[in-house]
């Protein structure tokens, strides 16, 4: 009796442990979401991490079939190891003065990583003592991981006697003749058919111009604006070239050919055109939500209360954008919205606006600031609540780069398929920007907003 009843009782766990299976896997195939998630790779959890709670007003998510799927991209992403690799106290000294940040001036290089860099060769690219170097390796360039059209440039290099390096504006990543397909910005010694300060093929340096040492760090300086190409070392105009091979947007590369390269703080600035201040919002839809927006008298914008948004009417594909906000109240959560679906309540992606952190600035609340909200979190929480924070984006095709007073904290490539909807796949079509409120305790004030499309 006693072996028959275990028996019985064995059978019967198997077959309960076979129900609750059965019962999850019929729960999880009831389960779908319309936006996936995002295709980056994702480090493992730490064990003592745990998932995040989403909020009760989190976006509606729409079914779009029965089958099983991966959780939903429009749930809060896990908590991931802290990145030791990350260096917050440089990174905060490396954020720019207020001054520059109001022009637009954002750092392509953070100093202590390779972040926004793609090696486009096989040269021995690394950073050393907040240095950008190459010693060895095949003729090739390090080039940035987005494009950019009109801007200034500036940085420090440093060679050797027999250094031939240059630095490449809108180039492609392996260009085939920079007489034709970009301009060259050459480093070389004065024996060169092209100078230090010469625009390889196009324009030689001007003869006023001193010979840069080897050995020493010096100044280069170039403002790409349309046609009209400036260049300068250690400040004395080296060319003036006004460009008749249509060339309108590229990387902007370093070049590694021969002797040992460095460079330092290099510098970008787009050149862009001023959405805000405004005088009025003539370029805008209503508010849509339950958000008011209203202009002070500099022309700001502020939004108060949500969740809601405004949309400027003017649609935008591939551009940067850079504007200045600032948050008026306490845990305030916004967001710019870019390539949206005209019309559509904030179907698009979003560069969160938020300063939260918790016991880390390398843990986000809410993905942090600069984020693309569900897609890739900020490496960092770079800004504070109640001052005016300067935010860059740059959207190229699949290509998305966002900088925080001035440092980079995302670099996120959108691999899923190309849809319409940037809910469900990757949208690279034109769309609409919104600016968004997103609680009813919400207040926020846009100081600046301007745009520099990318052909």
């Given amino acids: 009796m006693a072996r028959n009843f275990e028996r019985l009782s064995n059978r019967s766990l198997v077959v309960l442990a ?14 779908d979401s319309s936006i996936p998630p995002a295709t980056e790779p994702q480090k493992p959890k730490s064990s003592s991490s745990g998932n995040a709670q989403e909020p009760a007003d989190a976006k509606p998510v729409e079914k779009t079939s029965s089958k099983p799927v991966a959780p939903a991209a429009d749930a809060k992403p896990e908590e991931l190891p802290l990145d030791p690799s990350v260096d917050v106290d440089k990174l905060l000294a490396a954020r720019l003065p207020a001054d520059e940040l109001s022009v637009g001036w954002i750092r392509l290089f ?15 690219w ?4 907040g240095v950008l170097v190459a010693t060895e390796g095949e003729a090739g360039l ?6 950019f059209s009109d801007f200034e440039l500036t940085l420090e290099f440093k060679g050797t006697d027999k250094t031939n390096s240059g630095v490449f504006l ?24 092209f100078p230090t300060g010469s625009l390889v093929g196009r324009a030689k340096v001007n003869e006023q111009v001193d010979e840069p040492e080897a050995g020493e760090w010096h100044t280069m300086h170039a403002m790409v604006d349309r046609e009209h190409i400036q260049t300068w070392v250690n400040g ?12 309108t947007a590229g990387l ?44 002070t008298s500099e022309g700001a914008l502020t939004l108060t209360g949500g969740k809601g948004h405004i949309e400027l009417l003017q649609p935008h594909a591939n551009c940067c954008l850079q504007f200045a906000a600032q948050t008026l109240a306490e845990n305030v959560n916004s967001g710019l919205f870019f390539r949206c679906i005209p019309g559509e309540d904030m179907n698009g992606y979003e560069c969160q606006v938020h300063h939260g952190f918790k016991e880390d600035r390398r843990r986000p609340v809410d993905a942090g600031m600069g984020a693309i909200f569900r897609r ?13 924070t300067f935010v860059t984006v740059i959207a190229d095709g699949p290509l998305m780069s966002t900088w925080v007073n001035g440092v980079q904290v995302v670099d996120f490539k959108d691999t899923r398929e190309p849809n319409e909807n940037p809910r469900k796949g990757l949208r690279t079509e034109a769309g609409t920007i919104m600016l968004q409120a997103h609680d009813p305790e919400c207040k926020i004030r846009f100081d600046s907003l301007s745009i520099c499309p990318l052909p």
């Fill in 236 to 247: 004395q105009l080296s060319t003036d070239y006004m460009d008749t091979t249509g060339l």
């Fill in 170 to 193: 809108r180039t492609p990543a392996v260009p085939a003749d920079p007489a034709k397909d970009c301009f060259e910005l050459n480093i070389a010694p004065p024996d060169n058919p």
């Fill in 376 to 388: 890739q979190n900020a490496k960092a929480v770079l800004s504070d609540s109640a001052e005016k």
């Fill in 252 to 295: 902007i590369g370093l070049q590694f050919r021969e002797g040992t390269i460095r460079f330092r703080n290099i510098k970008v600035r787009p050149i862009t055109y001023a959405v805000l201040p405004a005088k009025d919002l003539k370029d805008f839809n209503t508010p849509a939500g339950k958000v008011s927006a209203e202009l």
């Fill in 142 to 147: 390090l080039c940035t991981s987005v494009r």
């Fill in 18 to 31: 076979f129900l609750l299976v059965g019962s999850v896997y019929a729960f999880a195939s009831g389960c």
């Fill in 110 to 124: 953070d100093g202590q990583s390779m972040a926004g860099w793609r090696n486009a060769g096989n040269a021995n």
């Fill in 126 to 129: 690394r950073v050393e003592d």
